[in-house]
């Protein structure tokens, strides 16, 4: 009888004795690599996304060598400029040009799934306002209005607009009233949350978008502090030290004890400068994502839109 198999060709075969040999060298078990284990682990939610597109910007190779050298040398250059501004006697700030410059660089450097990341993180960072805002109890508190969807959007919802957006809602809310407070879910409320929207496609790429999140982070971070104020910058820098205190807010709001925890900025009222900021940038937006997908997982069991 004749087999129906068809025979295995020659790159199969090598590839069946390359897992065999590592499956005998792991007591039958293939072998995960660190990508597999970070794909597995949903511990933390995050948005399908958000993980898909940060785990291939994780595979970018300038983050083995151009990345650490860049991280060294920037951040030197980051620190001379944020002394000699604070120094200055006369301070000077472009925010126009600082943007135009931000988005000029992400339109044709930096890779299209970053950018899909850099516009999701303003789009969720106001959600969580919003949220908090909500249910906050207060009314003459402004909603957060950053929802950029393309990178142009960014000329108008800025970088300065998404950092004041926390500190204007931490300046309004002062004392929410605590008194509805754990409120059941289905009393929510999501008046000002809109779903994430981007409406920037990573298929059309630049060959000269090669730049993944963080590497683009280190490129820029010394231009950030340059064309903004010394005050300017201090506030923006330490707005990602109310992480905490919004985590507090949304657990308090829905009674409970992890939101807080995910947070690595914490305790807003220690001013930090810009010693280890490249660390807590990411950490802020991940706090941002992981929160966001908790309370999209809880959107989802009311059957709201996510």
Known sequence: MMSSEQPMTRKQRRAARKQAKA???????????????????????LDDVAK??????????????????????????LHITYYIKRLMPIQFKAHGFLQWQICFFMKYFVRPEANVLILRHFQAESNLLNF????????DVEPVLIYPKMIRDLMVQTFVHHDQGVLMTMRDLEEPDRTNWPIEAGELS????????????????????????????????????????????????NSFQFDHSVGLLIDEIVGATHFADIAYN????????????????????FFVEHVHAHLEKMRASLGLEN
């Open 190 to 237: 999501w008046k000002n949350w809109n779903p994430v929207r981007v409406d920037y496609g990573i298929h059309k790429k630049k060959f000269t978008q090669f730049l993944d999140f963080e590497t683009a982070h280190e490129l820029f971070k010394t231009s950030f502090c340059f064309w903004l104020t010394a005050k300017e910058y201090e506030a923006a820098i």
């Open 23 to 45: 499956m005998a060298g792991n007591h039958g078990r293939m072998p995960a690599s660190l990508s597999d284990a970070l794909t597995g682990d949903g511990s933390l939610p």
């Open 132 to 139: 908090v805002i909500d249910n906050s109890g207060k009314d």
């Open 52 to 77: 898909e597109y940060w785990l291939k910007d994780l595979q970018n190779p300038l983050r083995i060598i151009i990345l650490p050298t860049l991280r060294i040398l920037l951040t030197i250059t």
């Open 266 to 285: 914490r305790f807003p009222m220690i001013l930090v400068g810009p010693t280890g900021l490249s660390y807590r940038f990411l950490m802020h937006g």
